[in-house]
């Protein structure tokens, strides 16, 4: 067991010419909840890519949970858990169908027990045997979390994971997230444009800015580090708007 | 459970709910099944034109039907598998890998521990299982209907070649799917992963036949291969173009197994096409990178 969560070095990922991600060394200890914020294009979601080893990187290393994901993707991929912005299912089949396929892709033999466990948890019972195409975003957003987590992952990575979400839809995917940190012990990285959400659930904060990490610190010791900012809002403007050096 | 079980009982699952493969399906198993019953119909009217012939004294000839194989009542199955049945199977293959770009499910699957071949077999091991469960059922519709045809359960001999001859239409049908899911995963919008596959079956099943034959249309749509202008230019062509022609070679074989009067020659040339087309889909399906089955659509 490592007290590293994640932790890349000079990760790096190209498309032809134009780089999207530029040397990211990048460290979170397990337990945190780590929002990654960036303007859009900036990285964040190419960065979770990496992680999740939906990407393959051109060039640094990954490593999460003490795994290298260039010598052991498959092992990477059973201690986390991955929910995508928008996240989407087979429309034509249920809940428990859905959930069954990506329980035993996940490892799990028999997953219905799991899968009820996990629907009681994140309070969504009564959907069992709906069709996922009749789910309101919010709904789906559940699904989304409960296939997430039904395998305990150690890093769970969020996309966006309050896109599109209506201010109840929001509150309660916050409480969700900072429930698994909290009882579950999981380390979650979230990709966010919601400040106010990151102030609320992360613990630590990073900023990327044209594929690079300007700003990495815990959150508490980054609103004590700018006394003149009113916001976490007013700090990340400031940082993004740095000049890159 | 391994992680090619999941996909291939996932794909069940899904086969299960989708309309168009259910659609083509029902026509195809209605189809088979009416085609011996086509045969018998065939049989009784010949029979009878041939009793009245015989009762007038038009003629001293043998009933042509009189020494007719039971199998006989199975052959028209050729021609709907060629074309029924391949159509059904390039469906379901373009269907089984738009799925997930389609409903943009491949990030959620990939990132669990699952290899890109291991998806894509498990897949095509759950398209397997349901296209042997058909052929299975149509099999056992094929030999009740020649049995109470015939009035009498078909021969042990008899019953053998039936299920030779299913067998090798699994092989076929699968290569048929292969070209349906490589056109899944390759095409930018849904609409050419359809035409693609079925464009190369229209020329695979009625453009090759034609070159060096007597270029006849309607000898396409009989359930043996077309016939050969025997000697020169014409020949030549066809013994290099035949062997392209998957389908004919679908036909010879079920010619040669259903021991079809009209086919001769061996059957190995025939089996070896179709097995080599199923395997060459198969390296190229394996072939695929993890970044090419998640590209995006442009639909």
Known sequence: MTDIAIHTSGLTKSYGDKAALRDLDLTIEAGEVFGLLGHNGAGKTTTVNLLTTLLAPSSGEIHVAGVDAAVDPNQVRRVIGYLPENVQFYDNLTTMENLRFFGRLSGLSKPDGRIREVLEYLDFTGHDHERVGSFSKGMRQRVGIAQAILHEPTVLFLDEPTSGLDPEGVRQLRDVIVSLNRDLGMTIFMNTHLLSEVTKTCTSIGILRQGELAYQSSLEATLEAFPGEDSLEEIYLNIRSAPVS | ?299
């Open chain 2, 1 to 299: 459970m391994s992680a090619v079980l999941t996909m291939a009982r996932q794909e069940l699952v899904a086969l299960r709910r989708e309309r168009l493969p259910l659609v083509l399906l029902i026509v195809f198993v209605v189809m088979v099944s009416v085609s011996s019953l086509i045969g018998w119909l065939t049989n009784t009217t010949v029979s009878n034109v041939w009793q009245k012939t015989v009762q007038a004294g038009l003629t001293q000839a043998p009933n042509p039907f009189a020494d007719v194989s039971p199998l006989y009542y199975a052959r028209n199955t050729v021609i709907y598998l060629v074309l029924i049945g391949a159509l059904m199977a390039i469906v379901v293959g373009v269907t089984s890998t738009m799925r997930d770009r389609k409903a943009r499910t491949l990030d959620l699957v990939l990132s669990r521990p699952i290899a890109v071949p291991a998806y894509l077999v498990g897949k095509l091991a759950g398209i397997g299982a349901w296209l042997a469960m058909i052929l299975a059922a149509v099999a056992v519709i094929s030999w009740v209907s020649i049995s109470l045809i015939t009035s009498g359960p078909l021969a042990p001999g008899d019953s053998l070649r039936l299920a030779g001859f299913y067998a090798v239409a699994w092989v076929l049908l699968l290569a048929f799917v292969v070209l349906g899911m490589l056109s899944g995963i390759y095409a930018s919008r849904e609409t050419t992963a359809l035409l693609v596959p079925i464009s190369i079956w229209s020329i695979v099943a009625f453009v090759l036949p034609q070159i060096g034959t007597s270029a006849n249309p309607v000898s396409l749509l009989n359930p043996v291969p077309s016939a050969k202008i025997p000697g020169g230019a014409f020949d030549t062509l066809n013994t290099v173009v035949s062997p392209l022609s998957v389908t004919e070679q679908f036909k010879t074989a079920s010619g040669l197994i259903m021991a079809s009067p009209e086919v001769t020659g061996s059957l190995t040339p025939s089996l070896f096409v179709i097995v080599l087309a199923l395997a060459v889909g198969a390296i190229a399906l394996l072939a695929t990178k993890r970044d090419r089955i998640r590209g995006a659509l442009r639909d």
